[in-house]
């Protein structure tokens, strides 16, 4: 079945960007959605946006518009989000998940682990 | 676009049956699936119900979701409640665009 592993915890500075990646096994990945969640220290689930490797096309919150990018390396199998600017609010566990046709979201990655502090 | 109200929080006993509601704010309950997310602490989150009331694989059938179009909510039901089953639980639905709402969360306490 489709497993997603994501890249191990971050540290970064006020101001910089991060790089996250999730690479998938099992299946198709070019036939995916992959979306990107974040929860912040605490509090809940908080959707970002996704990627369709296929189409190559990315769609954002609007929250995130122009500060995120979700890209995809079909060769690899592995997606990535980047964000930048980054500032306190943005600590947060990151998860991958595969999105499914009735958006809904199975399996998700472990989750990773960005922290901003000066 | 619209939000997904849940309570913050429910209390029940091992063998009971507990509800949790998520009341969508404007637009219709039945227009968009609803899908309901188990969290334990530290880990990644798993579907318990998607496409309103399926559910995946493995999941017990005690995990039911449901839609009421009158009070424009979904909920989720638990019977034969288990100390296991201890956890958060999000709803989520999407808008006319295709993006994504989650729920605030609702912590589930097995006393």
């Known amino acids: 079945q489709v497993q997603l592993v994501q890249s191990g915890a971050e540290v970064k500075k006020p101001g910089s960007s991060v790089k996250v990646s999730c690479k998938a096994s099992g299946g198709t990945f070019s036939s995916y959605t992959i979306s990107w969640v974040r929860q912040a220290p605490g509090q809940g689930l908080e959707w970002m946006g996704r990627?369709?490797?296929?189409?190559?096309?990315?769609n954002y919150a609007q929250k995130f518009q122009g500060r995120v990018s979700i890209t995809a390396d079909k060769s690899t199998s592995t997606a990535y989000m980047e964000l930048s600017s980054l500032r306190s609010e943005d600590t947060a566990v990151y998860y991958c998940?595969?999105?499914?046709?009735?958006?809904?979201?199975?399996?998700w990655g472990q989750g990773t682990l960005v922290t901003v502090s000066s | 676009n619209f939000m997904l109200t849940q309570p913050h929080s429910v209390s029940e006993s091992p063998g009971k049956t507990v509800t949790i509601s998520c009341t969508r704010s404007?637009?219709?309950?039945?227009?968009?699936?609803v899908q309901w997310y188990q969290q334990r602490p530290g880990s990644s989150p798993t579907t318990v119900t998607y496409?309103?009331?399926?559910?995946p694989s493995g999941v017990p059938d005690r995990f039911s979701g449901s839609i009421d179009s009158s009070s424009n909510s979904a909920s989720l039901t638990i019977s034969g409640l288990k100390t296991e089953d201890e956890a958060d639980y999000y709803c989520q639905s999407y808008d006319s665009s295709n993006h994504v709402v989650f729920g605030g969360g609702t912590k589930l306490t097995v006393l």
């Open positions: 998940a595969r999105e499914s046709s009735g958006c809904w979201f199975d399996p």
């Open positions: 496409e309103d009331n399926l559910r």
């Open positions: 404007s637009g219709s309950i039945a227009s968009n699936y």
């Open positions: 990627i369709i490797p296929i189409l190559g096309i990315a």
